[in-house]
C-alpha cells in the first residue's frame, strides 16, 4: 500500500499488487485432499506446489501429502496469516511456474 500512495504522490497510476491468487486444499476422504491454485484470471490447473517442478505438493490430484498440507494449513492459517503476516513461498501474486496453463478437463 505504502508503494502505491507514494505512486500517487509522484502523479503515477497505481499498480496492481494482488491478483485474487487463492489456493484451497479439498479433503476428499480417506486420507487424501486435492489442492487447487488459481487467481482472478487462472482457473485451477494441474502442476506443482508451491515450488515449480518440485512441489512437493501436486495440484488437482488426489494425495496423501496433500491431505498432510491441508492440517499444516490450519496451523499456518491460525499462526501466520491471521496475524498478518506474509505466507513463507506464497505471494500476492499467483505464479504460473510449473502449471500446465493449456490444460482442458476432460470429462
Not at 20 to 35: D, S
Not at 92 to 102: D, F, I, Y
Amino acid at each position: 500500500m505504502v508503494h502505491n500512495i507514494l505512486r500517487e504522490i509522484a502523479g503515477q497510476p497505481a499498480e496492481p499488487l494482488a491478483d485474487g491468487h487463492a489456493n484451497c486444499f479439498i479433503e476428499t476422504g480417506h486420507g487424501k485432499a486435492v489442492l487447487i491454485d488459481f487467481n482472478y484470471d487462472v482457473q485451477p490447473v494441474p502442476g506443482k506446489f508451491p515450488m515449480p517442478v518440485i512441489g512437493p505438493m501436486t495440484l488437482l490430484k488426489k494425495t496423501y501429502l496433500n491431505h498432510l498440507g491441508k492440517l499444516a494449513f490450519k496451523h499456518i492459517y491460525w499462526n501466520v496469516l491471521l496475524p498478518a503476516r506474509p505466507m513463507p513461498m506464497v505471494g500476492s501474486r499467483m505464479s504460473t511456474l510449473g502449471k500446465q496453463l493449456h490444460y482442458s478437463h476432460q470429462r
